[in-house]
DNA sequence: CGCCGAGTTGAACTGAATCAAGAAACGTGG
DNA sequence: CCACGTTTCTTGATTCAGTTCAACTCGGCG
């Protein structure tokens, strides 16, 4: 944890807003960047945290685990994007969900006045994130029906399209498990389409 | 179509604003009630709608159409429900998904000036709003994890404990939709299920 | 070198889909 | 109130996409 950085978080905002250097930086000196080495955990189920974490460096990712102990990934979080807990940063019950590093990342540690405090700052900001939370809402909206309608095929040809650099920094199973789909399955569902591209 | 009316939208706001009757009045006499038969499309795949639905009275459902010419639903809104097509009214672009009536429904026609009107009058309206749309997201990866974990059985199980009355008044079928799986398969699962609560 | 985790491949299995009849339930008009 | 057609639900037989389990390959790294 240190003091200085959160350039990302810096920019994002600036380019957001209509906010001036030494607005955002008002805001942000309170608050710390966070250090994680891979693996590393930042939210367990069954834990409170209130936090919201800004990636700044590095990629995380939220998940369950089911009854028979497999994981389910419900979101990846690589540079410049926000995660948290939900049950647990907003509504204060135990959260439902883990979220750990999958590399050595740099987050920062947002609390619950943050959202207010940025507010004041900046009559926009609300409007920002708004439109954030809105576009989350159909981002999610779209998994949910891929999931309802699309085969395990389909559901990669849409992952790889739609994120590609985060393809090249998770390990295969880990996509298989955003996708809904067992390593093995992702690991046939390849090998066809790999056959078909070279055609012929 | 008519100028009365949005009585339910009238007490929702009450309930969790601090504006008094004349205050909500005046934003909501600018909105129409828009009655709808049963099976009426609200919006079609393809269209822009730039419109906020709330459900007064009756049950809409969003649903998309797959390649093979299947439907798949996204959400209910039975009533005190918002419901809208998000890629068109919030992102301007054609709606991906349809919104059509399940029962005969009265619903109020919220605009885009709609938010900005009740912020004016309401200091905690974009609280209210952002806490809604908090609880939507909520929802929303609740499913996912459901769709990603669990069988066709718990995932009927967890739409009975969560929507009980929106299960007496859907057919089957619809729930199946809901749900990801055929409407021949929910019914064997029901008739597992029968056998084992009347169990010996 | 030899281990080790990630990915691949194979063979058997299974939950759910598909296709095709029937059986209930429902509303409408006689 | 019953007969009728229509839609919804159920049931059965079959198929299939994806899972499971187990063995094997490969590339990195101590």
Redesign the interface.
Known sequence: MQRSGHSFLRSYFSSQLQMDEAQIGEVLSDYRVKRLTKDEFLVREGEYCHHTFFVEQGLLRQF?I?EKG?E?I?MFAPENWFILD??SA??HQPS?YNIQALEDSEVVMLDEQFVEKMSEKSPSF?QV???L??N???H??????M????SAEARYLQFVEMYPNILLRVPQSMVASYL?VTPESLSRVRKQLAGKSTGA
Do not use: V, Y
């Open positions: 369950s089911d497999k389910h419900l939900r049950e907003l509504f439902a609300t994130n708004i439109r939370l809105q989350h809402i159909l999610l909206q779209n998994r949910i029906n999931l309802l309608s699309a809904g």
